[in-house]
């Protein structure tokens, strides 16, 4: 059932658990994902960057897949097809193709763009009954070619933004895209509280979910993080499966090759990341 990600992620706040944003890359992605939220009966978001977007041949492609999948599979759960760090140019393309969520990342414009950007969509996100998250601060890392330092987010920013009539809020608070290195510092949770305390009821997000110990995690969600995304944990154990089937010699018995059997061990590698991570966010259950 296709949604925004507005009560979902309400429920989330209230409840003091987390909803998942797990990012799609192809129908396999998407299929496991759906099905794993279906079974578990829990809410979900998928979530899509402009780069895996555009490899998916464009958001309408992509909309267009995930509502017949979701139609065809008999999903029941709320789902919210979101796009993720989009560009102004790619909230407005997603807007036309059907998303459900969007999200504006301003963070690398001064405050005072960031806000009459974010303002403008959130104004047009709305009138199409569309859920809209903003981000403030930096994620460090890369993602589409942006580079962030990881820098923590300003609360009393943070606060002008929430004020907008964002649905969720994403702020920086040492989190990174990609792997950890080892000599990680850990989330600033002194920075979560701060801004949980400025911005009152607003759904917090964190990003970079994968390879943030369980115990941040489970502390995150108590200060206010309604949403985590993941997308690398999944990458990894797609690949870990299909490396493990090649290296089986699994695709040159009989019809191995096959990409439908192929791609099988990888695909259920996803479902099993996306399980333990529900079950740690506490969503199991709340659909």
Known sequence: MLVSATEMLKKAKEGHYAVGQFNINNLEWTKSILQTAQELNSPVILGVSEGAGKY???????????????????????????LDHGTYDGCYKCIKAGFTSIMFDGSHYAIEENIEKTKELVAVAHAMGMSIEAEVGSIGGEED???????????????????????????????????????????????????????????????????????????????????????????????????????????????????????????????????????????????
């Open 145 to 287: 070619g942006v580079v962030g330092m990881g820098e923590c987010a300003d609360p009393a920013e943070c606060k002008q933004i929430a004020d907008l009539g964002v649905d969720m809020l994403a702020a920086g608070i040492g989190n990174i895209h990609g792997k950890y290195p080892a000599n990680w510092a850990g989330l600033s949770f002194e920075t979560l509280d701060a801004i949980q305390q400025k911005t009152g009821v607003m759904p917090l997000v964190l990003h970079g979910g994968t390879g943030i110990p369980e115990d941040m995690i489970k502390k995150a969600i108590s200060l206010g993080v309604a949403k985590i995304n993941v997308n690398t944990e999944c990458q990894l154990s797609f690949q870990e499966a299909t490396r493990k089937y090649v290296e089986a010699g699994k695709d040159l018995e009989g019809k191995g090759f096959d990409p439908r059997k192929l791609l099988a061990p990888g695909a259920e590698a996803i479902k099993a990341t996306v399980k333990t991570k529900m079950e740690l966010f506490g969503s199991v259950g709340k659909a």
């Open 56 to 82: 998916m041949t464009g958001f309408n492609t992509v909309a267009a897949m995930v509502k017949a999948m979701d139609q065809d599979l008999g999903i029941t759960v709320p789902v919210a097809l979101h």
